[in-house]
């Protein structure tokens, strides 16, 4: 039988919990079923009762499948003020998210950060002349460095299906012009109507002294729902690395990831899954094969958030490297996390730790680096 107002329950005050739970269920089913504006009043009723958040919370809810969006939003936003669990504070946010992303999203974040080797230089190199080995020391003053990041992303996600993506981040070290970066993500995405499938297509870029490039690509991903915890979302981005400092570490890459999530409930979840890139150079020795294991972790506690990522990976290279005579191989392991805590929030901007650490080994001296350091900022939540 179809829900309605016809066949809703009368409309009198109810005084026990059992009555209050009875109508707050049906209200919940007729939010379900697409009656989100039955739903309301009933809920306006209920709150106004109880003062429950959770009866608050699907009152939002309703608000917004009733296309009241501003009104949902703003209810959000008040809950999530009043401090609640943390798992209601990550469903407000997926919430306030999918409002924003309707009518644009607009995201600033800036940031203080610190770089023991942001060039991923090595202290020094060994090199033979006439069969004897010399060790040329390398300049540290690109070491152990301060500066800033500006970042900006926008998103909007049409009624048709398509949307938009654009992020962009800006790094800055004072009297270091070397080091200073820009990098940035801009696609435009369509979801395959009554199917778990997006394509996109987009650009990434990076410029910096000696390392600046350009990756158009096209990407298809994949969302598989196993059950209410478990879910498998395996990617495939097909695109052409552009090097622009030289053709000769240009090419075809490819690159994969197909990662498990299992969300134990909505303020923890844990997902895991294979990397896998392959970059078809056009110099022989610059072509490689990298794989690696993505470990990420979103953990929602009372005081204080933590989203981690333990990456490590290995890179071989296709041919051996003329200019050192070997076959480069490399084993690297990324480690990272942001850390924030709703205790310092203020109004919709969290404060956030970004500690980092990137380490490479490599059967070659020369690219045996690391870079570790943290980034202090400010980021937008809603």
Avoid at 33 to 39: D, H, M, N, S, W
Avoid at 279 to 285: I, K, L, P, V
Avoid at 291 to 310: C, I, M, S, W
Wanted: net charge positive; proline share 6%.
């Amino acid at each position: 039988m179809l829900l309605s107002a016809l066949n809703a329950p009368v409309q009198v005050i109810a005084s026990s919990p059992a009555e209050i739970d009875g109508e707050f269920q049906f209200a919940l089913r007729l939010i379900d079923v697409g009656q989100a504006a039955v739903a309301v009043p009933i809920l306006e009723r209920l709150y106004g009762q109880t003062r429950a958040i959770r009866i608050r919370l699907e009152l939002a809810r309703a608000l917004w499948f009733n296309g009241r969006a501003e009104e949902a939003r703003a209810l959000f936003v008040e809950i999530y003020q009043s401090n609640p669990p943390p798992a209601v504070k990550v469903t407000i946010l997926k919430f306030t998210d999918q409002i924003d992303r309707k009518r644009g999203k607009l995201s600033l974040s800036v940031s203080i950060t610190k770089a023991s080797n942001p060039l991923n230089q090595p202290a020094e190199v060994q090199l033979f002349f006439l069969g004897s080995p010399f060790t040329l020391q390398l300049s540290q003053k690109d070491k152990n460095l301060w500066g800033f990041i500006l970042s900006a992303g926008y998103e909007r996600t049409f009624t048709n299906g398509y949307d938009v993506r654009a992020n962009v981040s800006f790094r800055e070290m004072p009297k270091h012009p070397d080091v200073n970066m820009l990098v940035g993500n801009v696609s435009v995405g369509k979801q395959i109507r009554n199917k778990p499938l997006e394509v996109r297509i987009g650009a990434q870029f990076e410029q910096m002294t000696n390392r600046s490039y350009r990756l158009p690509y096209v990407e298809v991903g994949y969302r598989r729902i196993i059950n209410q915890k478990l879910e498998f979302q395996p990617r495939l981005q097909v695109g052409y690395y552009h090097f622009l400092p030289g053709d000769g570490l240009s090419g075809m890459n490819y690159r994969a990831t197909a990662p498990v999530t299992y969300t134990f409930n909505p303020a923890m979840a844990v997902s895991v899954g294979p990397t896998f890139e392959v970059r078809d150079a056009s110099f022989a020795e610059q072509r490689y094969v990298n794989a690696g294991v993505d470990f990420e972790a979103a953990l929602n506690f009372k005081r204080v958030t933590v989203a981690a990522t333990f990456y490590p990976y290995v890179t071989q290279f296709w041919r051996t490297d003329p200019f050192w005579g070997q076959r480069r191989s490399d084993k690297a392991l990324y480690v990272g996390a942001a850390i924030s805590s709703d205790r310092v929030r203020f109004r919709g901007f969290l404060p956030t730790l970004n500690p980092f650490c990137s380490l490479n080994d490599s059967n070659i001296a020369y690219y045996r680096v690391n870079n570790c350091g943290f980034n202090i900022g400010v980021r937008q939540i809603f």
